[in-house]
């Protein structure tokens, strides 16, 4: 009979502690979350509440804390407010020493582990004294882990006593790591909610507020040593929308993490690399003379130069870089960043792949570019551009077999404006789609009489500009100029250069389309792209032609020859026809001559002139 109401009372004492314990937690991880509402407690804080807290469910023992550090793959210690200082210390040594030692730290095994005789646990054998000395004896651990398994932490409990966890020991273990979970996983989203406000997601790297903080202080801070100052490099990359346009977001996106990548790697530890928006880095280079900033700057040009390959897309990209030093340039971070804006500016006028230290005369010059802008708007509409047409020569017979199509306009205000200070801007203003329409169709009828009318002129070479080439309606405008000019397709030469090519895939794609319906494509100032002579093969092409700046000095340097005949024996074994512009000179003719060049174009045969003065100079030619 006793012994029965003994059970009853041990089965009542039993029931009244589970609920008493279960109260007791409930309490408990009210009061931590309200600790976290408060957002006025750190992490330690907060754990050494739950410690204290778990202690007094627990009624004996102490419990401890650690957290785990993934970058260093090691845990330390981070709460026990029980834990003699000393004793403290000496773990976090051994924590952050064993981790790559024969004898581990029982926390890296990982699991749930349970000591109940320090002394006795082969796995305590190295700690064992120094735990003996504070009169530990039994010790219980539990690792904490997220939703996917990741290591957070662990939770762990010493005794004074040999001593082995029952079931209720075990299950407050397990309210206890949950508890700790929530508190880390809060303080971790805490934590990345700062990391953004101060950089990109995308990339990682720091936004622009965080630039402009640490630049900021880089001035307060800079003290004058000889030739050394702060750099502000400011950039984009060539073409990026058009990558976004025609591959997509998601592409863009994954190339600009590629790109984050590649510039963290041409700069120093102190250097800081940003995303400012879209595709526009800024990198900011403490202590630099002028030279070093050009090093830098050829360095990233040249790391980026290399072809990404993105979904299996070969995509080549080139950056603008625009640069402003401290104090030259200006005394605040927002003076510095405008001017490498506007030295960015000037960089992409000279065309891709280049880069440009600020001058003050581009202030001037931004203003003559709105104007410049403005103006071509509505140059269209009043009928203020003209086509002049450069003559090309046969080399073997001394004939003219066509001309090349270049753009001239002459506005009222602003004079006669070359086509290499507003083909750029008519670029970024997407109005090159609409004048380069107006080009194609002039040029075509323009032929067509020729033809009519008995003028010895075979073909018309057209240039094509990167926008106006991707943009998705450029073979039917094609289509329907040959038609309405009524031309033979293979009369017309569209002209393209190398860097509108960056997308291997797609341009193959519009170039075979192209082919398809019977126009020939030349390759424009070849030699001056990123000269991966790999999609030659690919490429459906019909012409090379050697830039200008190879041609210049063929007769002088030794250098430019070899590049111009490295070009022609390649396009002969190709079985493609090489033209050289730019022909000054008889010595440069009697060059290419010999090397045998098909084709040649230049002011020793004609400058680009009017349709009037063409029709004359045929006329006299066929006389
Ligand atoms: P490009 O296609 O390389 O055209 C050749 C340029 O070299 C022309 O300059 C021409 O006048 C110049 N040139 C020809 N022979 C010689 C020579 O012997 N010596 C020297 N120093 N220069 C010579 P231009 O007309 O000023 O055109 C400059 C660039 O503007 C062209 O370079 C082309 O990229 C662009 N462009 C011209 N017209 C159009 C157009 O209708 N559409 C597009 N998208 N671009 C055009
Ligand atoms: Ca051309
Ligand atoms: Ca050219």
């Given at each position: 009979?006793?012994?029965?109401?003994?059970?009853?009372?041990?089965?009542?004492?039993?029931?009244?502690?589970?609920?008493?314990?279960?109260?007791?937690?409930?309490?408990?991880?009210?009061?931590?979350?309200?600790?976290?509402?408060?957002?006025?407690?750190?992490?330690?804080?907060?754990?050494?509440?739950?410690?204290?807290?778990?202690?007094?469910?627990?009624?004996?023992?102490?419990?401890?804390?650690?957290?785990?550090?993934?970058?260093?793959?090691?845990?330390?210690?981070?709460?026990a407010?029980?834990?003699?200082?000393?004793?403290?210390?000496?773990?976090n040594?051994?924590?952050?020493?064993?981790?790559?030692?024969?004898?581990?730290?029982?926390?890296?095994?990982?699991?749930?582990?349970?000591?109940?005789?320090?002394?006795?646990?082969?796995?305590?054998?190295?700690?064992?004294?120094?735990?003996?000395?504070?009169?530990?004896?039994?010790?219980?651990?539990?690792p904490?882990?997220?939703?996917?398994?990741?290591?957070?932490?662990?939770?762990?409990?010493?005794?004074?006593?040999?001593?082995?966890?029952?079931?209720?020991?075990?299950?407050?273990?397990?309210?206890a790591?949950?508890?700790?979970?929530?508190?880390?996983?809060?303080?971790?989203?805490?934590?990345?909610?700062?990391?953004?406000?101060?950089h990109?997601?995308?990339?990682?790297?720091?936004?622009?507020?965080?630039?402009?903080?640490?630049?900021?202080?880089?001035?307060?801070?800079?003290?004058?040593?000889?030739?050394?100052?702060?750099?502000?490099?400011?950039?984009?990359?060539?073409?990026?929308?058009?990558?976004?346009d025609?591959?997509?977001?998601?592409?863009?996106?994954?190339?600009?993490?590629?790109v984050?990548?590649?510039?963290k790697?041409?700069?120093?530890?102190?250097?800081?690399?940003?995303?400012?928006?879209?595709?526009?880095?800024?990198?900011?280079?403490?202590?630099?003379?002028?030279?070093?900033?050009?090093?830098?700057?050829?360095?990233?040009?040249?790391?980026?130069?290399?072809?990404?390959?993105?979904?299996?897309?070969?995509?080549?990209?080139?950056?603008?870089?625009?640069?402003?030093?401290?104090?030259?340039?200006?005394?605040?971070?927002?003076?510095?960043?405008?001017?490498?804006?506007?030295?960015?500016?000037?960089?992409?006028?000279?065309?891709?792949?280049?880069?440009?230290?600020?001058?003050?005369?581009?202030?001037?010059?931004?203003?003559?570019?709105?104007?410049?802008?403005?103006?071509?708007?509505?140059?269209?509409?009043?009928?203020?551009?003209?086509?002049?047409?450069?003559?090309?020569?046969?080399?073997?017979?001394?004939?003219?077999?066509?001309?090349?199509?270049?753009?001239?306009?002459?506005?009222?205000?602003?004079?006669?404006?070359?086509?290499?200070r507003?083909?750029?801007?008519?670029?970024e203003?997407?109005?090159?789609?609409?004048?380069?329409e107006?080009?194609?169709?002039?040029?075509?009828?323009?032929?067509?009489?020729?033809?009519?009318?008995g003028?010895?002129i075979?073909?018309?070479?057209?240039?094509?500009?990167?926008?106006?080439?991707?943009?998705?309606?450029?073979?039917?405008?094609?289509?329907?100029?040959?038609?309405?000019?009524?031309?033979?397709?293979?009369?017309?030469?569209?002209?393209?250069?190398?860097?509108?090519?960056?997308?291997?895939?797609?341009?193959?794609?519009?170039?075979?389309?192209?082919?398809?319906?019977?126009?020939?494509?030349?390759?424009?100032?070849?030699?001056?792209?990123?000269?991966?002579?790999?999609?030659?093969?690919?490429?459906?092409?019909?012409?090379?032609?050697?830039?200008?700046?190879?041609?210049?000095?063929?007769?002088?340097?030794?250098?430019?020859?070899?590049?111009?005949?490295?070009?022609?024996?390649?396009?002969?074994?190709?079985?493609?026809?090489?033209?050289?512009?730019?022909?000054?000179?008889?010595?440069?003719?009697?060059?290419?001559?010999?090397?045998?060049?098909?084709?040649?174009?230049?002011?020793?045969?004609?400058?680009?002139?009017?349709?009037?003065?063409?029709?004359?100079?045929?006329?006299?030619?066929?006389?």
């Amino acid at each position: 009979m006793k012994s029965t109401i003994e059970f009853y009372k041990s089965l009542y004492a039993k029931v009244s502690t589970e609920k008493n314990n279960l109260e007791a937690i409930v309490n408990v991880q009210k009061k931590v979350i309200a600790m976290l509402i408060e957002k006025k407690f750190s992490l330690k804080e907060i754990l050494d509440t739950i410690n204290i807290q778990f202690e007094l469910i627990f009624g004996e023992g102490i419990c401890s804390i650690y957290l785990f550090d993934k970058e260093k793959d090691t845990f330390f210690l981070h709460s026990a407010p029980k834990l003699p200082v000393d004793y403290y210390d000496y773990i976090n040594d051994i924590l952050s020493d064993s981790r790559n030692e024969d004898e581990k730290h029982p926390l890296y095994l990982e699991q749930r582990v349970v000591v109940s005789n320090i002394e006795a646990a082969p796995m305590w054998s190295d700690c064992k004294d120094k735990a003996l000395q504070y009169g530990f004896k039994a010790w219980w651990s539990k690792p904490i882990r997220d939703h996917e398994q990741n290591l957070l932490g662990a939770f762990s409990m010493y005794y004074h006593y040999h001593n082995t966890p029952d079931e209720r020991d075990l299950q407050i273990i397990d309210q206890a790591a949950n508890l700790i979970r929530l508190v880390i996983q809060h303080f971790q989203a805490e934590e990345r909610i700062i990391f953004l406000k101060s950089h990109d997601e995308l990339t990682g790297l720091p936004n622009r507020k965080r630039f402009k903080e640490k630049l900021t202080i880089a001035i307060n801070l800079f003290k004058k040593t000889h030739g050394k100052m702060l750099g502000v490099m400011y950039f984009d990359l060539n073409q990026f929308k058009l990558i976004n346009d025609t591959l997509g977001h998601s592409i863009g996106d994954l190339l600009l993490k590629a790109v984050a990548e590649r510039l963290k790697e041409c700069t120093r530890e102190n250097d800081i690399v940003s995303r400012q928006v879209a595709d526009n880095f800024s990198i900011f280079i403490d202590h630099v003379s002028k030279h070093e900033v050009t090093i830098i700057a050829n360095r990233i040009h040249n790391v980026l130069a290399k072809s990404f390959t993105i979904e299996g897309h070969e995509i080549f990209v080139t950056p603008s870089i625009g640069i402003s030093l401290f104090p030259a340039d200006g005394n605040n971070a927002d003076e510095l960043l405008r001017k490498a804006d506007v030295a960015l500016n000037q960089a992409k006028k000279e065309g891709s792949n280049t880069f440009q230290f600020y001058e003050s005369k581009w202030d001037e010059k931004t203003n003559e570019r709105l104007l410049i802008e403005n103006e071509l708007r509505k140059a269209l509409d009043k009928q203020e551009f003209k086509l002049h047409y450069q003559p090309i020569i046969d080399l073997s017979s001394g004939r003219i077999t066509g001309v090349e199509a270049l753009l001239r306009w002459y506005n009222p205000k602003l004079g006669f404006i070359p086509p290499d200070r507003f083909i750029p801007i008519a670029e970024e203003t997407g109005l090159i789609v609409s004048i380069g329409e107006w080009v194609l169709r002039t040029a075509c009828h323009k032929l067509r009489y020729w033809q009519d009318n008995g003028y010895l002129i075979s073909t018309i070479s057209v240039n094509i500009s990167i926008r106006q080439f991707y943009q998705p309606n450029l073979i039917m405008v094609i289509d329907q100029i040959l038609k309405e000019s009524g031309i033979n397709p293979s009369s017309l030469t569209i002209e393209i250069t190398e860097s509108m090519t960056m997308d291997v895939e797609k341009a193959t794609t519009i170039l075979k389309n192209l082919k398809g319906m019977g126009v020939n494509i030349s390759i424009d100032d070849f030699g001056t792209g990123y000269s991966s002579l790999s999609y030659l093969k690919k490429f459906p092409i019909d012409y090379l032609k050697i830039d200008r700046s190879f041609i210049k000095d063929i007769d002088k340097s030794k250098d430019d020859e070899n590049i111009a005949t490295t070009i022609l024996l390649m396009g002969q074994n190709l079985g493609l026809n090489v033209i050289a512009e730019g022909v000054e000179t008889s010595e440069q003719l009697g060059i290419l001559k010999s090397n045998n060049c098909n084709e040649a174009q230049g002011y020793l045969f004609s400058k680009p002139i009017s349709d009037d003065e063409l029709e004359e100079l045929v006329a006299n030619l066929s006389r």
